[in-house]
T-cell receptor
Framework: DQQVKQNSPSLSVQEGRISILNCDYT??????FLWYKKYPAEGPTFLIS?????DKNEDGRFTVFLNKSAKHLSLHIVPSQPGDSAVYFC????????????FGTGTRLTIIP | DTGVSQDPRHKITKRGQNVTFRCDPI?????LYWYRQTLGQGPEFLTY????????KSRLLSDRFSAERPKGSFSTLEIQRTEQGDSAMYLC????????????FGPGTRLTVT
């Protein structure tokens, strides 16, 4: 069963506009959420995270929003840049589960110059 | 800090052969994880070490798979009698301690079983 879902396999956004990537989860035990960015032939790179006690975390151009009641989180990138083109993975973790990460299937973001 | 390193980056082997991969975590990180990623999927958890102790294994880790972290530093993942279904990217990640959820990944080892 897919506990973390990214329902959009791909997304194209014009350079300079906002990119919004979405993620849903089903396991109520998840209490920490992370976004990773992955380029081809490389391992995932940590981008930003959020604890379940918060509803927003911001780091430069990246903001993650968490809606616990809807079990939904989103990553906003603004303004989008060509170097942001990559596959983005949403991941979730539980403090009761050795903090292992459960990943979604990823969204391929393409920034159009 | 040179990050997490993995060796080899690519491995092609014939079905039935044994393979071993190595992971060197970030030096002060005491937690080490192995994941497997297949095409179109996100990474899936395989096993976890805190220092030299292997504390959790996924049901994905059949008895053909074994992992070690003998001195709490580098780790090895061995697959015996490889099968074509073992073809995947094997990723290693490390994190600092229980208070740190962020895991830092290596570049992965891509295994192709022919």
């Amino acid at each position: 069963d897919q506990q973390v879902k990214q329902n959009s396999p791909s997304l194209s956004v014009q350079e300079g506009r906002i990119s919004i990537l979405n993620c849903d989860y089903t396991n109520s035990m998840f209490d920490y959420f992370l976004w990773y960015k992955k380029y081809p032939a490389e391992g995932p790179t940590f981008l930003i995270s959020i604890s379940s006690i918060k509803d927003k975390n911001e780091d430069g151009r990246f903001t993650v929003f968490l809606n616990k009641s809807a079990k939904h989180l989103s990553l906003h990138i603004v303004p989008s840049q060509p170097g942001d083109s990559a596959v983005y993975f949403c991941a979730a973790s539980s403090s009761f589960g050795n903090e292992k990460l459960t990943f979604g299937t990823g969204t391929r973001l393409t920034i159009i110059p | 800090d040179t990050g997490v390193s993995q060796d080899p980056r690519h491995k092609i082997t014939k079905r039935g052969q044994n393979v071993t991969f190595r992971c060197d975590p970030i030096s002060e990180h005491n937690r080490l994880y192995w994941y497997r990623q297949t095409l179109g999927q996100g990474p899936e958890f395989l096993t976890y070490f805190q220092n030299e102790a292997q504390l959790e294994k996924s049901r994905l880790l059949s008895d053909r798979f074994s992992a070690e972290r003998p001195k709490g530093s580098f780790s090895t993942l061995e697959i015996q009698r490889t099968e074509q279904g073992d073809s995947a990217m094997y990723l290693c990640a490390s994190s600092l301690d229980r208070s740190s959820y962020e895991q830092y990944f290596g570049p992965g080892t891509r295994l192709t079983v022919t």
